[in-house]
């Protein structure tokens, strides 16, 4: 069971739009359509913003979306603001009840 | 509102054990399609699960952490709790304990975490 891969880092300007990718294997990612983004901010617990590759729990902004290609899922959000910054990190289903999670990626709002 | 809180000692002595405990308050540990775990995530790097538990005392963990992890389950107090043998300063971290959403042994997501507590090894 390996780590699911993430760039280490990404950022974008106020308003722009930046996608993290998640990459995994047809054991986890592939497999289950049950990839969960968190959003975690410097010394807080993290925080669910996608569910089941693209949904929202409620009181998520609509800014965030996921979807899955393949072996790799990605988070997009759109209309970046200042409160995005933050790191986030991508979970996935690994099967026999187990879970994975990404190595996490660092978002930098220039 | 669901809170969990986690709690135990803040500094283990090398070889030894790590042991918290998770406290469920506003809810019942008991609810069904809901399992509870515990995520780690060492100072500066990402988050590890690094197990699961049903309120029937159905046990999931990770392969790389099995031969040293026990998690357990207290349903009168509404508790869970976990121990981690043989430490060394690679389990220096800090320690959460979440709700996991499940339904026949698939997890779904984590939607209630704690604070997290960190946990020191060293002597």
């Known amino acids: 069971q390996s780590a699911l891969t993430q760039p280490a880092s990404v950022s974008g300007s106020p308003g722009q739009s930046i996608t993290i990718s998640c990459t995994g294997t047809s054991s986890d990612v592939g497999s289950y359509n049950l990839v969960s983004w968190y959003q975690q901010h410097p010394g807080k617990a993290p925080k669910l913003m996608i569910y089941e590759g693209s949904k929202r729990p409620s009181g998520v902004s609509n800014r965030f979306s996921g979807s899955k290609s393949d072996n790799t899922a990605s988070l997009t959000i759109s209309g970046l603001q200042a409160e995005d910054e933050a790191d986030y990190y991508c979970c996935s289903y690994a099967g026999s009840t187990t879970l994975v999670f990404g190595g996490g990626t660092k978002l930098t709002v220039l | 509102q669901l809170q969990l809180q986690e709690s135990g000692p803040g500094l283990v002595k090398p070889s030894e054990t790590l042991s918290l405990t998770c406290t469920v308050s506003g809810g019942s540990i008991s609810s069904s399609y809901y399992y509870w775990g515990w995520i780690r995530q060492p100072p500066g790097k990402g988050l590890e699960w690094i197990g699961s538990?049903?309120?029937?005392?159905?046990?999931y963990y990770n392969p790389s952490l099995k031969s040293r992890v026990s998690i357990s389950v207290d349903t009168s107090k509404n508790q869970f709790s976990l121990k981690l043998s043989s430490v060394t300063a690679a389990d220096t971290a800090l320690y959460y304990c979440?709700?996991?959403?499940?339904?026949?042994?698939?997890?779904?997501?984590?939607?209630?975490w704690g604070k997290g507590t960190t946990v020191t090894v060293s002597s």
């Open positions: 538990i049903y309120h029937s005392g159905s046990t």
């Open positions: 979440a709700r996991i959403y499940g339904s026949g042994r698939v997890y779904y997501f984590m939607d209630v």
